[in-house]
């Protein structure tokens, strides 16, 4: 069982929270982690490169010169894959690079990626996260007393709340997400995580029993 210090907004700390990692993931396989990202960042990829085939490149379809006689290799036409200028060979197509995993697999990666996060005591714990209004200042602020800036950092809300996401948006390598979006990606990118206590109840409640929602 880890004891979590509670801090406010001023740095302050205000409590502890207790949470053991092994409720959240008995054991962390890295394979696993591995296949899971490797499997988010293939579904990002745009797949849009394309290249031309001999078939597409401009240039005659005459035979270059006569086959024999001239003491030259044999050569067809100016557009050949073995020409400067010439088509490619295995010329490039949009594709699409994504596939899945299960989500029984996609749950599990969640939960070892946040449990991970605990063990190595890279999850720091806030009492509340607010804002009236989108404030990039005080949101740095906080980061700043709470000695996360300049380190990627994962803001992390019970919720969705507008006003964190705008505060933290133009921050450098800050990003805000909900419990509800986390994934082992998500996860395991940043440095440090900054949770509310909400969240962390959240995060307690759902990925101890499994039920979590594959993003």
């Known amino acids: 069982m880890a ?3 509670i801090y406010d907004r001023t740095g302050s700390k205000v409590g502890d929270y207790e949470i053991d990692a092994a409720e959240l993931a008995p054991r962390i396989s890295k394979q696993l982690l591995h296949d899971v990202v490797v499997m988010y960042q293939a579904n990002r990829r745009q ?3 394309r290249t ?5 490149v401009a240039g005659s379809t005459e035979k270059m010169y006569r086959q024999k006689g ?3 290799a ?3 036409s100016k557009r050949s894959g073995v020409r400067r200028g010439g088509g490619h060979i295995k010329a490039k197509r949009p594709r699409d690079f994504g596939y899945h995993l299960p989500r029984k697999a996609l749950r599990a990666a969640t939960r070892m990626a946040l449990a991970a996060k605990l063990r190595d005591g890279q999850v720091v714990v806030i009492d509340e996260l607010s804002f009236g209004e989108p404030r990039t200042k005080d949101m740095a602020g906080i980061l700043k007393v709470l000695g996360l800036a300049g380190s990627s950092t994962l803001v992390t809300t019970a919720v969705r709340d507008v006003n964190v996401y705008k505060s933290a948006r133009n921050i450098a390598n800050v990003s805000v997400s909900p419990v509800a979006d986390l994934n082992a990606l998500s996860v395991l ?3 440090r995580i900054l949770v509310t206590k909400a969240a962390l109840d959240v995060i307690r409640e759902r990925h101890a029993a499994g039920s979590v929602a594959a993003s």
Request: net charge positive; hydrophobic share 10%; glycine share 16%.
């Open 3 to 5: 004891s979590l210090p």
């Open 47 to 49: 797949g849009s490169h």
């Open 52 to 56: 031309k085939s001999r078939s597409e």
């Open 70 to 72: 001239t003491g030259h």
């Open 74 to 76: 044999r050569a067809g």
């Open 189 to 191: 990118s940043p440095r």
